[in-house]
């Protein structure tokens, strides 16, 4: 199956630092997402982004297809970013969203 | 707008026991899936649906039984609880399959956690 590959596994920054995550995706995806898992579990949509470039807010995701990546952007980061950064992808031949290992974000005042 | 929900949030159980955990969404959505979150492997599908009466295994879904009578419905049932069952469990939900399009992307519930004892 697609193996789904993200960067850094751990990450800390200070309040208003910038920053920059990565997911690597070892086959083509008709679906990639990002999501937010916050300190108390929750799992939030932050994009739905297979290609092309999306911006919401301090937040911003890239999506290189024919090289196989992803990049999630946040600037001016705030203690709220902190908790864990999934991408998922959906293979063009599978039906199964699989989901890299994550980020793990700590944003310090 | 209530979205996904799920029910217990936490439970507590034993070897051998049987569980069921529920999901409803107030969407509509064709598609719903259950994932089980665990420390070193990630969120893992365990079954999805793709409308009523219609279910498929995910990557890991040995000691699992789903059915889905109502499309806002999708109960999850551990048949004989064991203790590698032990985890945080998440239902989720999607408009449809469309390739490519933006009604593919999947809605979370809070999540349960389960601990069999």
């Known amino acids: 199956g697609i193996q789904v590959e993200q960067s850094p596994p751990d990450l800390i920054l200070q309040e208003g630092a910038n920053s920059t995550l990565r997911c690597n995706f070892s086959?083509?995806?008709?679906?990639l997402q990002w999501f937010h898992q916050n300190p108390w579990g929750q799992l939030i949509n932050l994009f739905y982004?297979?290609?092309g470039t999306k911006q919401n807010g301090r937040l911003s995701a890239t999506t290189v297809a024919t090289e196989r990546y992803s990049l999630l952007y946040i600037s001016s980061s705030q203690t709220t970013d902190s908790g864990v950064y999934f991408c998922a992808v959906f293979g063009n031949a599978g039906n199964m969203l699989t989901f890299g290992g994550g980020t793990r974000l700590m944003v310090k005042p | 707008d209530a979205g996904i929900t799920q029910s217990p949030r936490y439970k507590i159980t034993e070897t051998g026991r049987q569980v069921t955990l529920m999901c409803h969404q107030t969407w509509s959505h064709s598609y719903m899936f259950w994932y089980r979150q665990d420390l070193g492997h990630g969120l893992r599908l365990i079954y999805y649906s793709a409308a009523a009466d219609i279910t498929d295994k995910g990557e890991v879904s040995d000691g699992y039984v789903v059915s889905r009578s109502k499309t806002e419905n999708f109960p999850l049932t551990l048949e004989s609880a064991t203790r590698s069952q032990t985890s945080v469990y998440f239902c989720?939900?999607?408009?449809?399959?469309?390739?490519?399009?933006?009604?593919?992307?999947?809605?979370f519930g809070p999540g349960t956690r389960l601990t069999v004892l």
């Open positions: 989720a939900s999607s408009e449809s399959r469309v390739i490519g399009g933006d009604t593919d992307t999947q809605y």
């Open positions: 982004i297979p290609s």
């Open positions: 086959d083509s995806v008709n679906n």
